[in-house]
């Protein structure tokens, strides 16, 4: 283990709101060990922003990483050239032109549709009767796996996410997580001929023209699934709550005076849905004085450094109008997300003014409860509104 302070948590303590900890943890220093963790984390953001891009020492390839050992070796878990080549090849079907050109109908088509089905009952869950089957509809079109169910789609992100934190060895999840890559091995299987026959946009298609292996086009496949759902699940739900307990942000944007790009992009900086990335130390390495060992576990955390007091004031205020431009919510290096213009097209171009546009005085339904959950991934667990039907 690193030579970095040491700091205690309590892992209920620390899922259920992390930010009491993490503001002590940059306090502390540059790099702190968190033994329940089994790893030394990096919680400013300069140094996350800096270091991320270190990838001879800051590695992604983890052999015996939980994501590999569950999921295969993914284009994540590779550094330099073999990661490049596989972010060259899935590009087609993640690009700004893609996302304008094809997927964007497809996300305002689904929204209209889910809205129809929600709008006479003047009451919902944005997580479960929204947010969750937006998003899967999205992933189902972008992955080319359409003769998955929306519902299939989230139980099987839910599952390798799961899989994937499962630092404490819990059996039934890592037997769960097999049974959910199955499932997507299944519906692959279920399209291989229909792609390979009819190219299109989807990842499994422009991975086949690529001409990928089939274990690297699976692999990259369950890595945007697991990557792909609760992310964009619970920045629609999320932002949707800002806004609603927020009244006067959202007021700015009916003035005109803001719009809901900058409402999502200060949510994710605020709430990020994905608050941590491990690394693998690869070499031995001085930071600041503490010595980091090769073979070491060490985690980027994005949730804490989009927090970091250094960088943004008075960071635990949600403020749509703040200049976000410091916030690495989509990660700040080789593996910058891969799906940040579909999310930003499906979360602030889509779901966020089509809802507000379509429920007619649109709050929080005062008898339900927001719990919000999570260090690694969080998110709110449900979002109960009404509106006038
Ligand atoms: C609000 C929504 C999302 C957030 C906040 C988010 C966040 C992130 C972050 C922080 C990383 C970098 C991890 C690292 O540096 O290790 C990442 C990588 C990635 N994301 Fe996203 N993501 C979102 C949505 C999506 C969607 C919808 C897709 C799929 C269509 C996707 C696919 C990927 C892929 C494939 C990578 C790996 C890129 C690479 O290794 O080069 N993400 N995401």
Not at 110 to 119: P, V, Y
Not at 139 to 150: D, Q
Not at 158 to 171: E, F, K, L, V
Not at 375 to 387: D, H, K, N, Q, T
Request: one cysteine or more; charged letters at 25%; proline letters at 6%.
């Amino acid at each position: 283990m690193s030579t970095a302070p040491i700091y205690e948590i309590d892992p209920a303590k620390f899922t259920a709101d992390p930010y009491p900890d993490l503001k002590a943890m940059r306090a502390t220093g540059p790099l702190v060990q968190v033994p329940q963790l089994g790893a030394t984390l990096m919680t400013r953001r300069n140094d996350v922003f800096t270091n991320e891009k270190k990838i001879d020492i800051f590695s992604s390839w983890q052999p015996q990483g939980l994501m590999t050992m569950l999921m295969g070796e993914n284009m994540m878990r590779k550094d330099a050239e073999a990661h490049m080549s596989e972010r060259k090849a899935i590009f087609p079907a993640v690009s700004p032109k893609t996302v304008k050109e094809v997927w964007r109908a497809s996300f305002e088509e689904n929204a209209e549709r889910i809205l129809d089905e929600i709008e006479p009952k003047g009451e919902a869950d944005l997580v479960r009767d929204y947010a969750m089957p937006l998003s899967a509809e999205a992933l189902k079109s972008i992955t080319g796996l359409t003769n998955m169910h929306f519902a299939e789609m989230n139980r099987v992100s839910q599952g390798m996410i799961d899989g994937c934190a499962n630092y404490i060895g819990n059996p039934q999840i890592e037997t769960n997580c097999h049974d959910c890559t199955a499932s997507i091995d299944r519906h692959i299987d279920g399209r291989w001929d229909e792609a390979q026959a009819e190219p299109d946009h989807s990842l499994l298609s422009v991975q086949l023209q690529a001409g990928l292996s089939e274990s690297q086009i699976r692999a990259n496949i369950k890595l945007a699934i697991s990557g792909g759902q609760n992310e964009p699940r619970d920045a629609i739900a999320g932002t949707a709550w800002a806004l609603l307990t927020h009244p006067d942000e959202l007021a700015l944007i009916g003035k005109g005076e803001a719009v809901w790009m900058q409402a999502f992009e200060e949510y994710a900086r605020w709430i990020s849905p994905i608050g941590m990335s491990p690394r693998r130390i690869a070499v031995d390495h001085e930071m600041d004085g503490v010595t980091l060992n090769a073979e070491d576990r060490l985690f980027l955390m994005f949730g804490s450094a989009n927090r970091d007091e250094t960088v943004f004031d008075d960071p635990d205020t949600f403020r749509i109008t703040r200049d976000t431009s410091q916030a690495i919510a989509f990660g700040a290096g080789p593996h910058f997300c891969a799906g940040a213009w579909a999310s930003r097209a499906l979360i602030a171009e889509v779901a966020l003014p089509k809802l507000f546009g379509r429920l007619t005085n649109l709050r929080l339904n005062p008898d339900g409860e927001v719990k919000f959950t999570g260090w690694a991934f969080r998110g709110p667990l449900s979002v109960p509104v009404v509106w006038d039907a």
